[in-house]
């Protein structure tokens, strides 16, 4: 499947679904054109997989949103639970590799653990405002 183009209003919906690796670019950065490159290529031998791109510079409240603060930014989604971040430059059988893993994860435990940290998070809040 070729890597499609998402706006912030498409995001919510592209990200929703199965394991879906999201490339934040900008059009003036270099490494980002090479890493664009290697998306696509795992892409193409990864159909099950979504490839989404976001440009920064006309996303930036999304970006902004999102943490990312260094170009390319690559993050993997599975049903829409963010399970990696990080800035640079990947390889193909660096994502090959860490699609992989992210398939055999148990979601279910995976949305209870975040559950789990929202709930400690929102009481530490509630405690702090009192």
């Known amino acids: 499947m070729t890597p499609r183009t998402v706006t912030g209003i498409e995001f919510p919906n592209a990200i929703a679904e199965g394991i879906v690796i999201v490339d934040f670019w900008a059009e003036w950065c270099v490494p980002c054109r090479a890493f664009a490159a290697v998306c696509k290529n795992v892409a193409a031998a990864m159909p099950d997989v979504a490839f989404v791109n976001v440009n920064t510079e006309v996303e930036a409240s999304l970006s ?9 930014t690559l993050m993997a989604f599975r049903d829409g639970v963010m399970l990696f971040r990080e800035a640079g430059l990947y390889s193909e059988e660096a ?3 860490l699609i992989e893993k992210i398939g055999k994860l148990d979601m279910d435990e995976i949305r209870a653990r975040v559950e789990a940290n929202t709930a400690a ?5 509630a405690a702090a405002s009192e």
């Open 95 to 97: 994502i090959t590799v």
């Open 64 to 72: 902004e949103a999102l943490g990312v603060n260094s170009l390319p």
């Open 121 to 125: 998070d929102d009481a530490a809040a």
